[in-house]
């Protein structure tokens, strides 16, 4: 099958070579549907591994960070003790 038509009167090359582009087509079409689909399964793969690698790096520093939280909060409630009320049994 050629690339161009030569006009001979009969259209059935005519049909055949428009039957053959289209099956061009759509073998392209699909090889590319195929490819896009292996990107975004490479991308949701990379997505999945960067974001767990994000957590597991400052998931150690959030927790450092809280328990520093803590111990300040804990500093400050000894240097401020809170207020004690005492009722004593003769207020009765």
Do not use: W
Request: aromatic share 8%; glycine share 2%; hydrophobic share 35%.
């Amino acid at each position: 099958m050629t690339d161009s038509i030569t006009p001979t009167g009969d259209l059935a090359s005519s049909i055949e070579f428009i039957a053959n582009l289209r099956r061009q087509i759509n073998e392209r079409r699909q090889e590319c549907y195929e490819k896009i689909e292996r990107i975004r399964q490479r991308a949701e793969a990379d997505e999945r591994y960067e974001a767990d690698r994000l957590y597991f790096e400052t998931e150690p520093l959030r927790r450092q960070m809280e328990a520093m939280i803590k111990c300040v909060a804990d500093y400050e409630s000894l240097k401020h003790p809170a207020a004690v009320f005492i009722q004593s049994s003769l207020d009765k």
